[in-house]
């Protein structure tokens, strides 16, 4: 069983941090299927890879079905944890990054159903084909593609678009920090989109946005508002992207990550919860 934890324990806990958005939680799912599977007879691990993904993909399901109920809860918008992954260039990261959708897509994925979001995670992500998710899911391969369909719809992406993460480079990062060192209101306002979002996370354990902000002007603002607050960034390698911490210090505040769309920038996630930050320098 040891030989199989090493041998499977990256693609399930990517599987299961996607179908989280908590590697917390992926930790627990990994941990409890493999005690499980320990009392598994052997004939039934034949094809261990198909098995554990399935017991992974059910134990991840039960377990949104429950978080979603929490989440309603929750004070303020709900962000994926942030996951350290490999150095840029590294053979690690290529093998990261060819299996993580990209960390706004992770945000997008919480419109979708529990078992809506095992199809899309499993497809988009993880490459399986339809016979083998209806497999893992128990269901018929027709009912598959209708969920992956209705995901899509969901998503709002259409059957041509990517959805793996996409490495953001150095170049726009550092533009980026550059307007905000600045703290020109009118130049880091030019650098957006119409439409930017900017949203964070502090679950209600240090302060952060209580709703999403999308006034340009306003978000031009509090992202200048920063840069007078003498925080130090430091660009890493998060999610098999290049993502920015913010410190004060030695101590980690936040972990943030822009998304661009048409030489702008349409979207800025920001994860303030201290919860969600305890593995920010702990290489997955």
Known sequence: MEELYDQYRALLFTLAYQLTGSAADAEDALQD???KAYDVHPERLE???????KMVTNHCINLQKSARKKREMYV???LPEPIRTPEANS????VVRRDLLSYGMLVLLERLTPTERAVFVLREALGFD?????ELLGKQEA???KLMSRARSKLEISEEETVAAEAVEMEWVGRFLASLEQGNVDHVMSLLTEDVMLVSDGGGKVRALKRPIQTRDHVARILCMLSQAKLSFEVAPLNGETGIILRSGDETLAAMFIRRRHEKYAGIYMVRNPDK?????EVI
């Not at 339809?130 to 209806?134: D, R, S």
């Not at 930050?277 to 320098?281: A, F, G, P």
């Open 76 to 78: 303020g918008p709900w």
């Open 143 to 145: 009912n598959c593609r």
């Open 91 to 94: 053979v690690e990261t290529a």
């Open 130 to 134: 339809y016979p083998e998710i209806a």
């Open 277 to 281: 930050l305890t593995r920010i320098h």
């Open 47 to 53: 094809q261990p890879k198909a098995y554990l993904c």
């Open 33 to 35: 299927v493999f005690l």
